[in-house]
């Protein structure tokens, strides 16, 4: 038998009583319907610091659980999800729950997961629908892993982008972008349709690797990029801030005279005035840039298909939304594809929607485009509506002033034809506008392109 002795003055609390409860594990602990309630956050993309905050909103007279019992409770969420996978697997078998298109490369040495390309289902079904531009643009800080992260960014007839694919690249050359262009043309195969234009920056493996697969389809230079380079130029020459902008925006013999001039004439004239100024920078441009002027001067760009798209302003936005969804630069495969899934399921419903608008509820403030309504999208005709503004301002001249580029660069009537219409009382008919303007459904009869699931089980048992 055992017997317990106490000292004296031993046998009682060496503390007071708990005050403040919050975080403590016995009075702050989650019960059941709180875990419910972060387990549907938590698969929601909510960050545990959010599903913090809406517990405290949920139940403000209870004591508050800490920061690390939420991470506990998502971490236990996320293991149980996980059943022993670790997170490339994970991701992985993700990808095949929601019958996303999947290729990836795996490393046959170490069995690491070397290259990743995912497709939304509807962004496929979107981006056979409007192929017409694509945008490629890549971001670092978004996964523990250092690999690049390449958005691959369509436009619909509203006006909005969306994902076509999200890739994972060792690294941003010649190899890593052949390896996403070939997945990108196999999702287009079945409908042989091609794009008419690419945008991207002057990254070299990029250039090649588009050059060797796509040797039809122009591409396009974000003039920002160009820009950007310029003025840095400029500043590094002339030293300061005033003199570089006196450099590019002087009306008479400044550099957005020749990015801007609407045809090969006024090019050359903006060009010599431009070398004759300011020789050194001239040089420059001829050395840095020469070989690729026709992919980002106004007079070149404006003979192709590009929807306007020639600046950063959407693959940027584009990255900003994919950012601000992801909100962090270390995460793990699996947490980061979850959050894009769910990004995309919110872009995807936006789309349909201003789809439905165009359809439903056009916007037609013109008789001369009556003969559109509900047929075509309302972005289309608010960009018509610019045009015919502009022909008017224009006025006595216009033939001759209106240079036509919105026939060509938006499959849509130029300032001139406008108004020729407007005056004629006559109307904008269907036929005069690109078929990519009068797609408002997207919906395709083709079946996914298959994935290999005989090797992707494979894969999820050798991926690290």
């Not at 050395?287 to 070149?300: A, D, I, N, T």
């Not at 108004?419 to 006559?426: E, H, I, M, R």
């Amino acid at each position: 038998m055992w017997n317990i002795l106490t000292a004296k003055g031993f046998g009682c609390h060496n503390h007071q009583l708990t005050k403040y409860k919050d975080g403590h594990r016995h009075f702050a602990g989650l019960n059941e319907e709180e875990k419910a309630y972060v387990r549907q956050q938590y698969l929601a993309s909510v960050l545990p610091r959010d599903i913090k905050s809406g517990l405290h909103r949920k139940t403000p007279d209870k004591p508050q659980p800490s920061s690390s019992q939420i991470y506990t409770e998502t971490s236990k969420i996320r293991k149980e999800m996980k059943r022993e996978r670790n997170t490339a697997q994970q991701m992985l078998s993700l990808a095949v729950e929601a019958n996303y298109v999947h290729r990836h490369e795996i490393n046959p040495e170490t069995k690491e997961l070397t290259h990743v390309f995912m497709s939304h289902p509807e962004a496929v079904k979107l981006f056979w629908a409007y192929p017409h531009v694509v945008l490629i643009d890549s971001t670092y800080k978004t996964n523990t892993y250092n690999m690049a992260l390449v958005e691959v960014v369509g436009v619909t007839p509203a006006g909005s982008s969306f994902l076509i694919a999200c890739v994972l690249i060792p690294s941003e050359s010649e190899e890593g972008y052949t390896w996403l262009l070939r997945k990108l043309r196999e999702i287009l195969e079945c409908t042989g349709a091609s794009p008419s234009v690419f945008v991207a920056d002057r990254e070299l493996g990029l250039v090649r690797a588009l050059r060797s697969l796509f040797p039809e389809t122009p591409h396009l230079l974000f003039r920002w990029h160009v820009n950007r380079a310029i003025e840095s130029r400029a500043l590094m020459v002339h030293k300061t801030v005033a003199y570089k902008h006196f450099v590019l925006t002087n009306p008479e013999t400044g550099w957005w005279n020749v990015i801007n001039a609407t045809c090969e004439e006024d090019f050359n004239k903006a060009w010599s005035v431009f070398c004759g100024k300011w020789k050194r920078l001239g040089s420059y441009v001829s050395r840095m840039w020469g070989e690729h002027v026709k992919k980002f001067l106004l007079c070149y760009t404006n003979e192709y298909f590009h929807l306007g798209n020639t600046a950063t302003s959407r693959v940027e936005s584009a990255h900003s939304l994919l950012k601000a969804w992801l909100k962090s630069a270390h995460l793990t495969l699996d947490t980061m594809w979850s959050r894009i899934h769910s990004m995309l399921e919110g872009q995807h419903s936006k789309i349909r929607k201003e789809l439905e608008d165009s359809m439903s509820r056009p916007r037609i403030t013109h008789r001369l485009f009556s003969l559109l309504q509900g047929k075509v999208s309302t972005k289309a005709i608010e960009i018509m509506e610019e045009e015919l503004k502009r022909g008017v301002a224009l006025g006595i001249g216009l033939e001759l002033r209106c240079g036509c580029g919105l026939r060509k660069t938006h499959g849509l009537p130029c300032a001139c034809a406008l108004v020729d219409l407007k005056n004629s009382g006559s109307r904008v008919h269907l036929s005069d506008i690109h078929s990519f303007w009068r797609t408002l459904e997207y919906e395709n009869s083709e079946s996914m392109p298959k994935n290999d699931n005989d090797m992707l089980d494979e894969l999820i048992d050798k991926a690290r």
